[in-house]
């Protein structure tokens, strides 16, 4: 124990003063965040039996059968929207990525523009895209799909072009040096060697397009959302909690899924 204490006061004892500073600021600022929007003891004791109430009128769920027909219905198509958006997402994302790419892009330098149009799609939130595709092409599960696309691709697009410039130089150097071209490197040299980290992200993205799918109906894009916003505005606190389960279930079987997939393509 003696020997960690000196250690620990080494460690800070050669922080340069802009460091010290800069450490400060940040604590300061962390410090600040949790005075101004952290819950108090107070409130949460406060919002306690409000809580306890809301669950009290959720329960139990509602289980007729008309209901959990049209939930099913709603289900149906959220799967729909998040299988069709990650795969169109996965597919625009290995072009994509590959423009992104440093030192392997056919763009050579230009790489750097499509990859801030990726951090672009990635930064806005999935629901902010909801709003405009809803806007764009209405209401209704079009915009949902076109969200997931995108999302998919800022999710993909950087994560792709990441496995490919990580990928073995070996084979590269080797087919450039018998005169392949860009497309054949890629095919040949790149994709064998990223293929395994490409299909890991590929499982992530299908497994965050179905979470996104769920919540997307808050705004119109289709979906169980829908149902779960239409129960909240009418109080149908009893249908929500039939939902919230249902939507958890159906987590859990799409991330057993991931997870088994994922075993069997490593």
């Given at each position: 124990?003696?020997?960690v204490?000196?250690?620990?006061?080494?460690?800070?004892?050669?922080m340069?003063?802009?460091?010290?500073?800069?450490?400060?600021v940040?604590?300061?600022i962390?410090?600040?965040?949790i005075?101004?929007?952290?819950?108090?003891?107070?409130?949460?004791?406060?919002?306690?039996?409000?809580?306890?109430?809301?669950?009290?009128?959720?329960?139990?769920?509602?289980?007729?059968?008309?209901?959990?027909t049209?939930?099913?219905?709603?289900?149906?198509?959220?799967?729909?929207i998040a299988?069709?958006?990650?795969?169109?997402g996965?597919?625009?994302?290995?072009?994509?990525?590959?423009?992104?790419?440093?030192?392997?892009?056919?763009?050579?330098?230009?790489?750097?523009l499509?990859?801030?149009?990726?951090?672009?799609?990635?930064?806005?939130?999935?629901?902010?895209?909801?709003?405009?595709?809803?806007?764009?092409?209405?209401?209704?599960?079009?915009?949902g799909?076109?969200?997931?696309?995108?999302?998919?691709?800022?999710?993909?697009?950087?994560?792709?072009?990441?496995?490919?410039?990580?990928?073995?130089?070996?084979?590269q150097?080797?087919?450039s040096?018998?005169?392949?071209?860009?497309?054949?490197?890629?095919?040949?040299?790149?994709?064998?060697d990223?293929a395994?980290?490409?299909?890991?992200t590929?499982?992530?993205a299908?497994?965050?397009?179905?979470?996104?799918?769920?919540?997307?109906g808050?705004?119109?894009?289709?979906?169980?959302?829908q149902?779960?916003?239409?129960?909240?505005?009418?109080?149908?606190?009893k249908?929500?909690?039939?939902?919230i389960l249902?939507?958890?279930?159906?987590?859990?079987?799409?991330?057993?899924?991931?997870?088994?997939?994922?075993?069997?393509?490593?």
């Open positions: 124990m003696s020997g204490a000196p250690d620990f006061r080494s460690r800070f004892s050669g340069s003063s802009i460091n010290f500073v800069l450490i400060i940040v604590a300061a962390i410090l600040s965040s005075n101004s929007v952290a819950p108090s003891v107070g409130q949460l004791a406060n919002g306690l039996p409000s809580m306890v109430n809301l669950l009290d009128r959720m329960w139990p769920p509602n289980t007729e059968a008309s209901f959990l049209r939930v099913g219905m709603r289900l149906v198509e959220t799967f729909q299988l069709a958006g990650a795969a169109i996965i597919a625009l994302s290995l072009p994509i990525g590959w423009l992104a790419a440093k030192k392997v892009s056919p763009i050579g330098p230009a790489s750097w499509v990859k801030a149009i990726i951090s672009l799609l990635r930064t806005i939130p999935d629901l902010v895209w909801a709003l405009l595709f809803v806007v764009t092409v209405g209401l209704g599960a079009v915009a799909t076109m969200t997931i696309v995108v999302d998919t691709i800022g999710f993909c697009g950087r994560f792709f072009a990441e496995a490919m410039e990580d990928a073995d130089k070996e084979p150097e080797a087919l040096a018998i005169g392949a071209n860009k497309v054949s490197i890629l095919m040949g040299g790149i994709l064998p990223a395994p980290s490409m299909i890991n590929a499982l992530f299908l497994e965050k397009a179905v979470r996104s799918s769920v919540v997307l808050l705004v119109g894009a289709g979906g169980i959302g149902e779960l916003k239409a129960a909240f505005d009418l109080f149908q606190y249908n929500a909690s039939a939902i249902v939507i958890f279930v159906i987590v859990l079987v799409m991330e057993f899924i991931t997870d088994w997939l994922r075993t069997k393509l490593q």
